[in-house]
Nanobody
Framework: AQVEESGGGNVQPGGSLKLACVAS????????MQWYRQAPGKQREMIAT????????FYSDSVKGHFTILRDVFRNAAYLEMTDLRPEGAATYFC???????????WGKGTLVSVSP
């Protein structure tokens, strides 16, 4: 069982990207889906969370208003739509399937986003 991110790449400042996180061999319906990012030399930070049924969504102040987290139960996936990307948004973005307990959880290997002209 695993989650795998995709959709990273280079984007110009002010541009947009959509990241995908696809799970295999387990059902994301039973998990809060989260996106983290880690810039070089910095700690990994949680930037967005969506609850199992999508009723509760959280964004960090650093991305609020610019990023949107989505989930598609039928595709067993979660997404992160990023708009108005700025150089400080350059980081490796990780998907995390969080069961909400001290239980088995899943991290992806990350997808790299760079922001430059």
């Amino acid at each position: 069982a695993q989650v795998e991110e995709s959709g990273g790449g280079n984007v110009q400042p002010g541009g947009s990207l959509k990241l995908a996180c696809v799970a295999s061999d387990f059902l994301t319906l039973n998990y809060h889906m989260q996106w983290y990012r880690q810039a070089p030399g910095k700690q990994r930070e949680m930037i967005a969370t969506i609850s199992q049924l999508g009723g509760n969504i959280f964004y960090s102040d650093s991305v609020k208003g610019h990023f949107t987290i989505l989930r598609d139960v039928f595709r067993n996936a979660a997404y992160l739509e990023m708009t108005d990307l700025r150089p400080e948004g350059a980081a490796t973005y990780f998907c995390h399937a969080n069961p909400g307990c001290q239980c088995l959880n899943y991290w992806g290997k990350g997808t790299l986003v760079s922001v430059s002209p």
